[in-house]
């Protein structure tokens, strides 16, 4: 029997040890932006909105908000650059989960399935050295629907014939629901202390 095995990205894959909003004040803090409670929720809103509704470049209408907000003269492209190099260097990989997927590449079929701009989410894949892991790579964006919705799943299913398909990720609606819907094994990945055995240890046993 054939299966292909999907993981998720933002914090199945990859980790974020502080707080996102860390990222941004660092970002902003950079150009001459003070980040400020009003400014934090405007770039969330900002950015969620556009989101949401799939609009096209999320991070620039969120950094275009703040500029506007905090009536500076940054370069909205400018800052969304500094946002994505802030953001790839805080990210982690666990060693767990990197010796995982290796060996699991070896003799498997794997993909990732992630709500975000396809371009952003490979970035960080490539950013950590992951890409040739996977054989494929689907980003709700460029399917026309965020998770739970079945139409990332589907693309895989539609890229990857198998005889079953498994997904691991850490949200449960997003990932677990969606991927039952999707008529997918789901698997919830709850992240822990590194040091200590956890999922990514034991996966090929679950597998």
């Known amino acids: 029997m054939t299966t292909v095995i999907c993981f998720d990205l933002d914090g199945t894959l990859v980790h974020f040890p502080e707080p996102y909003e860390t990222v941004v004040r660092e970002t902003l803090t950079a150009h001459g932006i003070e980040y400020t409670d009003e400014i934090r929720a405007m770039s969330e809103d900002a950015f969620r909105t556009a989101f949401d509704a ?8 969120s950094m275009a908000a703040i500029v506007e907000a905090a009536e500076s003269d940054a370069d909205p492209d400018t800052l969304v650059e500094t946002l994505r190099e802030n953001e790839y260097a805080a990210t982690t990989v666990p060693d767990a989960a990197r010796d995982s997927l290796t060996a699991l590449a070896a003799d498997n079929t794997l993909a990732v399935i992630t709500n975000g701009v396809r371009d952003w989410q ?3 894949l490539d950013h950590h050295g992951l890409t040739d892991l996977f054989d494929l790579v689907v980003a709700s964006y460029e399917v026309g629907a965020h998770k739970p919705d079945s139409a990332p799943f589907d693309r895989v ?3 990857l014939p198998a005889d079953e398909y498994v997904m691991v990720g850490d949200e449960y609606e997003s990932d677990v ?5 999707a008529g997918f094994v789901p698997i919830h990945y709850e992240p822990g202390d590194d040091d200590r055995p956890d999922l990514w240890d034991s996966i090929d046993a679950l597998l």
């Open 122 to 124: 490979v970035g960080k």
């Open 54 to 61: 799939l609009e096209p470049e999320p991070y620039r209408q």
């Open 177 to 181: 629901e969606g991927a039952r819907a």
């Open 157 to 159: 299913r539609d890229e």
